[in-house]
């Protein structure tokens, strides 16, 4: 059997389409009568693994044109390639309308939020969910919404997606009064929130109201690190950000280099995560590996992700949400509590799993 993965849309592995295929294509499991194949942009020949088959796909660099090459040329050129199974990780962004060979589109958020917010091109990808033979989501939230959409639940699958413990886990940092992470020095303690600035539903300036709060409350040193790139919400959280009367102790990164977040991560005191529209929200199961305490919202996939192992908060009670910060950045007792149960439950999300149960759905593709 050859399983062909495509490459396609996940920005060379400079997003979370391109960690997800970058983790995955890493730990791809060796099993009888079973091969392997990218396929993709020639620039991404190298972009995920340097030991698997890649094959060029040439159809343009822009997205309707690999729109069209998905629609109208993969049947050829998987007929060509003898694939027998597709697996799709950018799926909400190129999707075929029918499928010459089986397939499995990755879904990484809610189908519901996607085609809310989708315009008519995305929409044409999108039906493809219709007719695609499995739909692998990383959450039972994912699932549920599917559910909703009145998707028959045989049809979909229920993964974890992996962290790569080699970056994330606990490092001996106690002593240490600076993480330095170029570009920047930040002096610790901090907290850490790692999401981009791209609406109100991540809730950046609730989380700085409520660090007031904690910071009015408690006077303790912590500092607040908003780390992510900035999108179209980012002139809301600045402003928030000045006018609040812990401005001083208040730093943005704007978008973070990934070689440096593993460090940035491990050296915060605790990670608070308030946004409410996650589907899966891996940052979470990243501190808990790098033995950082959690707190987040109850909304969305956290509760799922978190597992009874964090705090968690409603981030419109800006009063619970302080009491929260307060809990995992100075209880000592508790912060204990939760770094011993959230390492042990980050190690369940690994990608050699991750891929082995990728690879089994996709086997089982030709006897459905």
């Known amino acids: 059997m050859k399983i062909a993965v495509d490459t396609f849309a996940c920005d060379s592995g400079k997003s979370g389409f391109g960690s997800y295929l970058t983790g995955l294509a890493a730990n791809l499991p060796a ?24 094959c060029e796909a040439r159809c343009g660099d822009s997205m309707n044109a690999q729109r069209f090459w998905h629609n109208f040329s993969s049947a050829s050129f998987y007929k060509k390639n003898n694939v027998d199974a597709v697996l799709y990780p950018a799926a909400t962004r190129l999707l075929p309308g029918s499928f010459p060979v ?127 790139a900035e999108g179209e919400w980012a002139e809301q959280v600045h402003k928030a950000a000045f006018d609040s009367s812990a401005a001083s102790d208040i730093f943005l990164t704007g978008f973070f280099p990934r070689e440096g977040f593993p460090l940035l991560c491990a050296g915060a005191d605790a990670c608070v995560f308030p946004s409410i529209q996650e589907g899966v929200g891996l ?25 009874g192992k964090a705090v968690l908060f409603d981030s419109d009670n800006l009063e619970e949400m302080a009491d929260a910060i307060e809990t995992v950045a100075t209880d000592k007792k508790a912060r204990q509590k939760m770094i011993l149960e959230g390492l042990a439950w980050s190690k369940k999300f690994n990608w050699q799993e991750c891929a082995s149960q990728t690879v089994d759905i996709l086997r089982g593709l030709l006897n459905d």
């Open 31 to 54: 099993k009888d009568g079973v091969e392997y194949m990218l396929f993709g942009a020639p620039l991404d020949r190298y972009t995920y693994s340097n030991d698997i088959p890649f």
């Open 102 to 228: 089986p397939g499995a589109a990755v879904l990484h958020d809610c189908l519901s939020v996607i085609l809310a917010k989708a315009k008519f091109a995305h929409r044409l990808t999108l039906r493809g969910f219709e007719r695609v033979q499995k739909i692998i989501v990383p959450t039972n939230y994912i699932k549920n919404d599917l559910l909703r959409l009145g998707f028959d639940g045989k049809k979909i699958a229920v993964v974890r997606h992996g962290i790569d413990h080699n970056l994330f886990y606990q490092r001996p940092l106690e002593d240490l009064d600076t993480v330095n992470v170029k570009p920047f020095a930040i002096k610790r303690p901090y907290i850490i929130y790692a999401s981009s600035v791209t609406g109100a539903g991540k809730k950046h300036i609730e989380l700085i109201k409520a660090f007031e709060i904690f910071k009015k409350r408690t006077g303790a040193p912590h500092r607040l690190v908003l780390a992510g």
């Open 283 to 307: 940052p979470i199961v990243e501190a808990m590996a790098s033995g950082v305490p959690v707190t987040a919202s109850n909304a969305g996939a956290l509760p799922e992700i978190c597992a």
